[in-house]
């Protein structure tokens, strides 16, 4: 059994990895079948129907909005844009975040100290407020908010790469695999890498619901994804204009969105424990 | 009735036994120890006294300390037993104290809390208490953090800590193993002396220890009480085959033959090598070798010894390549080698092979044992196909004595000792012609270490192999080398071949290594109160000879300059009086 | 401790002037100028403005110039306020802001560490998982989520509390925004509080401090509560950049005339120096807690005050 399915193996074993993993996986498929099943699309507007409570009758699943078009249909395609954001963005994270982290960890030294010192100085910032200046200067498109959110998440995965590298560095296996004539690239490969990507995977995992957060954060006043489009954060902020007549037009979305971020945030926090356990075994 | 009575004491965690039906008692100011090896159950055993064990112990039996019963007493009950009645002292000092809170303020609070005293009373009897225990002006040292304290000097707030109360019984769990062996002996005269009536439960995996501090002794095996009595007695005949087997593998330092010197070809020459650091923050330079010269032989052992932070690791760290010198040459089958390890030569680097203290550390936790033995072949013999690697393996294995069952498991699936095997034949697989073992043995049970160790000598003997020996403990180098080297503060003490050394040493530190080392003999208990003081910080090394301000013979002239290795009578020693001294050891 | 103090607050000088740089830049490579949406003026009228905004002057010499007023505490005139100066509507809003992030922050704090500690007393209990999965839910759903919910029960369904702040007078109006505003970081604060402390409670040092008879309410008072609370004190600079950033919101959400209001407002009509001056202001005021949580860190921790 490789290292990979024994990984598996151990994850399938602990309960709050399964449920959140199942729900987010019910989830993305229902939101990318849904709206091609529906007979609704997101954006045909019908006056006749403004704010119509869920039902059954026209297949308004989740009800209608102040221009009559279907909720289900745009909730739905709210979570594809929502989980697409979120997962590029931290792909985007993980890249940038691994690479600098590992190469300040293993280079060590004063170029660690300087790398470092860069990442504090960033951690000081108020990061979002500059994605906000960002997104005000340039025009809103969907490419700048992967890029803003990446951004700012990238510090996190840097900083927790880099500490791992640097214990992983020194420690006596790696001493051991230069002493019999491993090349450094390959003591990467074969010695660093492994031993990082349990850390990594649980980090990607707790960095995706921060990207959500932003994002939905950006839409919610207005700077992220733009109509006709929508985003879960668009919805609940439209939504929060209307409670007074309309409560499913928020509660459906935050409910979708809490649910979306409680899945992930104890996906991470389960993977956290299973590769927590093996690495204290 | 005994003052601490166990009957029928049995400790599980899961349905495991860890301790089954012991069952023991403690008089009044005797002293006992209690011996094992790693995982007899001799910690639990002290943490169920103390009424400590976790909540998922299962505990059965019954444990009563001047008849009050521990097993299953409420809160109230044991907090007023401990301190007041039984006093502990644990293992690592270090990790033992709070670091976040003065350390009078810690032992204050322990009367305070037991309504001994308050005010500038428990203020008092805190720093009357820190001086007994030998605290150099406690008044200050009042104020100080645990982190401002050398190792044996927080040792002593741990003893003045489990004393303050005046406790019937004091149980110590290893309370020297995370020391120097200078140190440890001042800690265990510290800690004879001040008891006073106060009982005292020795435990500890060193039967010298016990040899010399206990009257009466219990061996644990798995969790079982196998044998107890006088301590003379059981060492003089022992009635089971593991107490017999536990005293024949510790090691002795006054009579055990080293072996005679060897005249093989000179393999490596280590030629004035020191080593700096540039300590963070400041701009000081830490010197952690200083002037070391060596020279190594074909099928010969040389032990480096030093007390920790003499400099002996980064010795063997700089001559394998992993640290840069900062001067100093290395001379390798004829030819001068430098650079860091992965500027070297391929054959070089073959030849040249470490095995480490932590065995599980220096395995790749995401690798199988045959993955981990191969890594060396397929750099140095990358011909070889599938097959015929596998093969080297096995024999490789078998050679250290583990069979291919071991192949598929990951280290930590392997005991201590089977990890070490597997390190030892990662590092022989290719064959090298120099071995470093960095305190490759310190971290073993006693009979584990004596196989490693003999194992070690059956591959000498057999290939010629070179070892360099790093290792804190003269004891255990005695049968193994032919020569030693003692280094202290990062230099050159001594120099000389083992049978020299261990019988007319002519340094006044290595004489005062080897009479605090203890001897498991209670007619000779050894571990001599040698010398006073603890190794400075190597970051503020004194003038002159650095060993001076403990040293018992030091002039005016060891305090000035600084004394050159010379060769006295065939030894290379740096004291300016080594000549006069000759007599008096 | 001096030399430290004195080390970090020059440590913060460079975290400040990269954001003022950045921030500067950023708005300076803007596509068109501030009055493009603006009628097409005389060629003339539109050098005098730029004049009076130094907008002709070569690039790091306005730099040069804003730096120096922003050192002196001045961001410039507002573009679209056109009567007011940037100093002077941050000076206005500010009030209404600090007082809902106190409040905000001490409510977190109070309670989040609260619940923390009994969590991590009763590790494992139906009582620590009630705890815990609360404080997951807490993290996991947005302010923007949280402030709206808690309207339509509270203000809408209920009618016990006002929805929003011109409408009425009072602290009540202040209760559903501290509310919104405190309910993620309480939920950080407790898992926070609770793991440190679980993690202390396990150290040799406590053991020690067991075996010398000390009860769980003095182990707790006098050897765990420091060093346990030293990541929740790490955590506080984190905890105010993320209030400030939920006031934003929070601010929208309740109608509260605060900065974050005005930032939002800035950044819809394009409202540059506005917007480049409250980022700078947040910004400062981020750096100025993170030196004060060093700060306190240090004269907690005996390790790193005495380096």
Known sequence: MSTFTKAVAHMRSSKTVMISGGTLLAIAIVALIGPWISPNDYMTTDFDRLFQSPTFSSMNLFGTDDLGRDLFVRTMLGVQVTLVVAVVASVVSLVIGVLYGATAGYIGGRVDTVMMRFVDTLYATPFIFFVILLLVVFEQNFLLIFVAIGAINWLDMARIVRGQTLSLREREFVDAARLIGVSTPRIILRHIAPNLIGVVIVYVTLTIPQAILIESFLSFLGLGIQEPQTSLGNLVSGGALQIEGASWMLLIPAALLAIILLSFNFLGDGMRDVFDARQSR | ?585 | MLRYTLRRLLGAVPTLLLVIVLAFLLVHAAPGGPFDDQRVLPAEIEANIAAAYHLDEPLYQQFLRYLGGVVRGDFGPSYSYRDHTVSELIGRSFPVSLRLGVLAMLLASTIGILAGIVAALRQNSPLDKVVMGLAMTGISIPVFVIAPVLVLFFAVKLQWLPASWTGSQGSSRLLLPVVSLALPQIAYVARLTRASLIDVLSSDFIRTARAQGLGTAAIIRYHALKPAMLPVLSYMGPAVAAILTGSVVVEQIFGIPGVGQLFVRGSLNRDYTLVLGVVIFYASLIVALNLIVDLLYGAIDPRIRRR
Not at chain 2, 181 to 190: G, K, S
Not at chain 2, 203 to 222: F, S
Not at chain 2, 372 to 397: F, Q, Y
């Open chain 2, 1 to 585: 009735m005994s003052l601490l009575e166990i009957d029928g004491l049995s400790i599980g965690y899961g349905g495991v036994d860890i301790v089954s039906g012991l069952s023991f008692g403690v008089d009044a100011s005797e002293s006992v120890g209690l011996v094992g090896e790693s995982g007899s159950g001799k910690t639990q055993t002290a943490l169920a006294i103390l009424g400590l064990l976790p909540g998922t112990a299962a505990v059965s039996g019954s444990i009563t300390l001047g008849g009050q019963e521990i097993v299953g007493a409420d809160d109230a009950t044991l907090n007023a037993l401990r301190a007041e009645h039984v006093g502990m002292v644990f293992q690592d000092p270090t990790q033992a104290l709070n670091p976040y809170i003065p350390i009078g303020d810690q032992l204050r609070r322990i009367l305070i809390q037991h309504g001994l005293a308050d005010g500038s009373d428990a203020d008092q009897r805190v720093m009357h208490m820190l001086d007994r225990v030998g605290l150099p002006d406690a008044a200050r040292q009042f104020r100080a953090y645990a982190h401002q304290l050398s190792g044996g000097m927080r040792q002593r707030v741990m003893i003045a800590s489990a004393l303050i109360a005046a406790p019937d019984l004091l149980i110590a769990d290893e309370p020297t193993t995370a020391l120097d062996v200078t140190v440890q002996a001042q800690i265990l005269e510290l800690l004879e002396r001040i008891r006073d009536d106060t009982a005292l439960l020795l435990i500890t995996h060193d039967l010298a220890i016990v040899a010399g501090h206990c009257e009466r002794m219990l061996v644990l095996q798995d969790g079982k009480l196998i044998e107890e009595g006088k301590t003379r007695k059981l060492f003089s005949a022992p009635a089971t085959e593991h107490t017999r087997a536990l005293i024949d593998a510790a090691p002795r330092v006054d009579t055990a033959a080293s072996p005679q010197p060897v005249s093989g070809e000179p393999l490596l020459d280590v030629d004035n090598v020191s080593v700096s650091f540039q300590e963070r923050d400041r701009q000081r330079q830490l010197h952690a070798v200083q002037d070391i010269d060596l020279e190594l032989r074909e099928g010969e052992t040389i032990a480096v010894v030093g007390e920790s932070g003499s400099g002996k690791s980064t010795l063997a760290r700089s001559v394998l390549g992993l640290i840069p010198m900062r001067t100093g040459r290395i001379v390798f089958c004829g030819k001068a080698i430098e650079g860091p390890v992965q500027s070297r030569a391929i054959e070089t680097r073959r030849d040249l092979q470490l095995v480490f203290q932590d065995p599980a550390g220096s395995l790749d936790p995401q690798m199988r044992v045959e993955r981990i033995v191969a890594e060396p072949l397929a750099v140095h013999a990358p011909d070889l196909d599938g097959e015929a690697r596998k093969a080297r393996v096995i024999s490789m294995l078998e050679r250290v004595g583990l069979s291919d069952a071991f192949l598929q498991r990951f280290p930590h699936e392997l005991s201590g000792g089977q990890a070490q095997r597997v390190a030892i034949a990662r590092a022989l697989i290719v064959n090298p012609k120099v071995l470093v073992c960095d305190e490759a043995v310190a971290a073993l049970d006693g009979s584990v270490r004596r196989e490693i160790l003999l194992l070690l000598r059956k591959e000498q003997q057999e290939t010629g192999l070179a070892i360099i020996f790093i290792s804190h403990d003269l004891a255990v180098v005695r049968s193994i080398s032919h020569r030693v080297l003692v280094v202290y503060l990062g230099r050159l003490v001594e120099l000389a071949d083992g049978e020299q050394m261990f019988t007319k040493p002519r340094h006044p530190y290595t004489r005062a290594l080897l009479d605090a080392v203890p001897v498991p003999d209670p007619l000779a208990p050894g571990g001599r109160l040698s010398v006073k003081g603890e190794m400075p910080s190597i970051l503020e090394p004194p003038s002159g000879c650095a060993f001076h301000p403990r040293c018992s013979y030091a002039h005016a002239r060891c305090k000035a300059e600084l004394p050159r290795p010379r060769t006295v009578d065939g030894t290379r020693v740096a004291c300016h009086r080594a000549e006069e001294l000759l007599e008096r050891f």
